[in-house]
C-alpha cells in the first residue's frame, strides 16, 4: 500500500501551489480522500475532503481559495491553493477513507513566506 503525496514547497504569500495524492495497493474501494494538514506545534486538522462521487467539503479557512478533485480512474486526489498565506504554512498530509482502517501518506511541506 502507497500513499504518496506530492506538489509542495516555498512559495511567497499570494502563490499557488498544487498537491497531488497518489494512492495504490489498497485492497479495498476507497470512498473519501481528504487533505489535512499540521502546523508546528499545532493538531492535525482537516483542510479539504471530496467524497467516491465528488461532494466537497472545505473548511472555513481553505473556502474561497483551495479546490480539492480527484480522479477515481487513477486513485489520485489533488489540492488546488491559491492565495496562500503565510498561516497556510504547514505539513500537509493525504487520508484514504476505506471500509477498513484508513490510510494516510507521509506528508508534503507547504511553506508560505511573507
Known sequence: VQVVESGG????A?????LSCAASGIP?????????RQAPGKQREL???????GYTTY??????RF??????AKHTM??????????????YYCKVEVLGPDYWGQGTQVTVSS
Open 28 to 36: 479495498f474501494s476507497i470512498n473519501a480522500m481528504g487533505w489535512y
Open 59 to 64: 473548511t472555513v479557512s481553505a473556502k474561497g
Open 78 to 91: 489533488y489540492l488546488q491553493m491559491n492565495s496562500l498565506k503565510p498561516e497556510d504554512t504547514a505539513v
Open 14 to 18: 499570494g502563490g499557488s501551489l498544487r
Open 9 to 12: 514547497g516555498l512559495v511567497q
Open 67 to 72: 479546490t480539492i478533485s480527484r480522479d477515481n
Open 47 to 53: 483542510v479539504a475532503r471530496i467524497s467516491g462521487g
